[in-house]
């Protein structure tokens, strides 16, 4: 404590409380420690797009409560740590036909994010020294920078990220011309009926292996780094002491601790739905269980019944019901020619 801050930083645990640390931690880490394989793409989507969106809620809410000035610089550079690892994003979970409003919708979106998370930050340490509700701490809050502890108002540490963020506003602002430039050649090139990508798809097949190895280390990485430096940040007495300034009350167990860890649900549920669909039907159902097999699953090149026997598809159901009525009209035109007229068989 000292004079410009005489009762410390009141705690919010709705922002760093471990509850919201266990929640980024099983996010970041699932993401990082699956990997990426044709297989593993569709839970690898499912996976990013609640990441994306949950840390898109984290970013508004950090908005509204700078807006406010009821986020003091501590909670606030724990949040931007947060986002920086975890990402933000809009994208939606289905796979759906992919045209120009949808890509249209996605880029202008997703872009919208980006600057808002961007001009955030470049907000947040260009005002370290007043940033937020308590300003009178800030030169007291300490800054976790590649295991080093450092003061989160040095100018050096701020220079350096100003000069990432603004790097990454130009970055941004780059990729955006580029994407527009590629999709309208692309575009223009379809609709002469050239076809542009198909040279390239042999050389993505025999990448595709090596790609999704140097993919998935390159997030195991920074999602390690990013987990053991969250703790630091929000354990003051984690390996060393630091923010001691910040009042008791981090661990408690509010509403939005609890709103995070019920959120990690849609996670591991699709995680569970992806080891559930690695075991194959022929492992669910046995001939000695009497349940038989699942309709429409092959065995043998023919579908079985829920009872084990042998079910016909619809194609040669129906060609066996035309070969039944021919069959019954010569019978009836047969018996009619044999038959008396008054002993005729009518069928």
Avoid at 217 to 226: D, E, I, K, M, R
Avoid at 328 to 335: I, Y
């Amino acid at each position: 404590m000292s004079a410009t801050c005489p009762n410390g930083i009141l705690a919010n645990a709705d922002v760093s409380g471990i509850g919201i640390r266990v929640s980024f931690y099983v996010t970041t880490l699932l993401t990082a420690l699956i990997p990426s394989t044709p297989y593993t793409d569709p839970l690898l989507g499912a996976l990013f797009t609640n990441a994306s969106i949950n840390g898109l809620g984290l970013l508004i809410t950090a908005i509204v409560q700078t807006s406010q000035n009821g986020l003091s610089l501590y909670h606030a550079l724990f949040v931007q740590h947060l986002l920086f690892f975890l990402g933000v994003g809009v994208a939606p979970a289905g796979k759906y036909k992919l045209n120009s409003l949808r890509a249209g919708m996605l880029l202008v979106t997703q872009f919208a994010v980006l600057i808002a998370y961007l001009g955030w930050s470049l907000y947040l340490w260009t005002h370290t020294k007043s940033f937020g509700s308590q300003p009178g701490c800030n030169d007291q809050v300490k800054y976790v920078f590649f295991f080093v502890t450092v003061r989160a108002t040095v100018p050096w540490l701020r220079i350096v990220w100003m000069i990432s963020l603004i790097g990454g506003c130009i970055g941004l602002f780059t990729g955006l011309v580029v994407y527009v430039i590629v999709y309208t050649c692309f575009k223009t090139a379809a609709t002469r009926g050239e076809h542009p990508m198909m040279t390239m798809q042999g050389a993505g097949e025999e990448q595709a292996s090596s790609r999704g190895f140097y993919f998935s280390l390159g997030l195991l990485l920074p999602a390690v780094y990013s987990v053991v430096t969250a703790e630091l940040l929000a354990c003051p007495d984690f390996f060393a002491k630091r923010n001691t300034i910040v009042q008791p009350g981090e661990g408690a167990w509010t509403f939005g601790q609890i709103l995070s860890l019920v959120m990690i649900i849609s996670s591991l549920n699709e995680v569970l739905h992806f080891v559930l669909s690695l075991f194959s039907p022929r492992h669910d159902s046995d001939s000695d269980s009497g349940l038989g097999e699942v309709e429409g699953s092959p065995s043998r090149g023919r579908p079985r019944t829920r009872n084990g026997g042998f079910c016909l598809g619809p194609a040669k159901t129906s060609r066996i019901a035309r070969s039944c009525r021919r069959s019954a009209e010569l019978a009836h035109s047969v018996l009619s020619e044999a038959l008396p007229a008054e002993g005729a068989v009518r069928l």
